[in-house]
């Protein structure tokens, strides 16, 4: 137990000075280099005229599920992993406040419902609306999705696990990372490090909200270049 004591304090110290931790210093990279890593995704899904296909083997299914992660953590502030599992409906009134949903109103309106994530019992029901080009690689990858009520799906068709898509983020970005190893961790880093200052003279609640956390879990993250 005294051990255990001193790890979390050390633990604390470490969080406390925004400093980065060793592995953070080595797989560090910047929004404008992640979301390059996204440009490079779309520019090979453009090339393979991945709109135009009827059908994809398994391997093309397998990149454009890279491509839809990609964007998921790049196009929006970088929730945790409550994208999976994760099931389709068309209305709210299908949402009965449990589990998390990809609402299709139509192909050009769309949103998530998040009910279960770490915050929930303080921050209750979250709504997140989807944008446009977010919009449209949904739409890519429903075209070619098995018929299933459930949104991201593992290699074998099967509904992805929370698990299964922190695993799947980490191969997705790796790809185009430049042997960096990046996790959903270390992209909340970034992002929250790129947006929020240490200092109290600026509104961090909407992207707090947005990250579905605390004003003061924000603040540890942000870490100093």
Do not use: C
């Amino acid at each position: 137990k005294l051990e255990l004591e001193k790890v979390n304090e050390e633990y604390q110290k470490i969080i406390g000075s925004h400093e980065k931790s060793d592995n953070q210093k080595t797989n560090w990279s910047t929004l404008s280099e992640l979301k390059e890593i996204f440009n490079k995704y779309k520019k090979q899904i453009t090339k393979d005229n991945y709109k135009l296909k009827d059908k994809l083997n398994s391997k093309e299914f397998n990149f454009l599920t890279n491509y839809l992660i990609v964007a998921l953590y790049t196009l929006m502030p970088p929730t945790r992993l409550d994208y999976a599992p994760m099931s389709i409906i068309k209305n709210d009134s299908e949402d009965n406040d449990k589990g998390n949903y990809l609402v299709i109103k139509s192909r050009n309106k769309k949103h998530f419902i998040i009910n279960e994530y770490k915050s929930s019992k303080t921050y209750g029901k979250i709504r997140i609306n989807i944008q446009s080009e977010l919009n449209s690689i949904i739409n890519l990858y429903l075209k070619f999705h098995k018929d299933t009520d459930s949104f991201l799906l593992n290699s074998r068709g099967e509904p992805l696990s929370a698990n299964g898509l922190s695993k799947l983020l980490t191969s997705s970005f790796s790809r185009y990372s430049n042997n960096k190893k990046i996790t959903l961790n270390l992209l909340r880093h970034v992002y929250i490090s790129e947006n929020v200052k240490l200092t109290k003279d600026t509104d961090e609640s909407k992207l707090a909200n947005q990250m579905m956390h605390s004003g003061a879990t924000q603040q540890m993250y942000i870490k100093k270049d």
